[in-house]
């Protein structure tokens, strides 16, 4: 089974920077869609970034010109590097990847478990 495992999440102060790193293991046929998802206290899940597998992103608005998504396909890996981080960035940074494992093969959404990212004014 694909599992996702997030390492990078931190305490940092306003207007430093963090590196989010998500790798995928398991049965993988190939990646689709990498992305990352976040989800502030009381707040709903909303879309950080997301990279195809030809390296098309898209970025939230509030993102845009701070955080850059990249992946490396030989090592199943995605990263979010943010830069001048803000307090309102807080939030449990969740991975996200729409894949084929196999076998049998088979289209699938794998989440990872989330990292807390804490940024202090």
């Known amino acids: 089974q694909v599992q996702l495992l997030e390492s990078g999440g931190g305490l940092v102060q306003s207007g430093g920077s963090l590196r989010l790193s998500c790798a995928a293991s398991?049965?993988?046929?190939?990646?689709?869609?990498m992305g990352w998802y976040r989800q502030a206290p009381g707040k709903q899940r909303e879309l950080v970034a997301r990279?195809?597998?030809?390296?098309?992103?898209n970025y939230a608005d509030s993102m845009k010109g701070r955080f850059t998504i990249s992946r490396d396909n030989a090592k199943n890996t995605v990263y979010l590097q943010m830069n001048s981080l803000k307090p309102e960035d807080t939030a449990v940074y969740y991975c996200?990847?729409?894949?084929?494992?196999?076998?049998?093969?088979?289209?699938?959404?794998?989440w990872g478990q989330g990292t807390l990212v804490t940024v202090s004014s």
């Open positions: 990279i195809s597998s030809g390296g098309s992103t």
């Open positions: 398991g049965s993988i046929v190939s990646i689709n869609v």
């Open positions: 996200n990847m729409e894949l084929v494992e196999g076998l049998p093969y088979r289209y699938r959404e794998v």
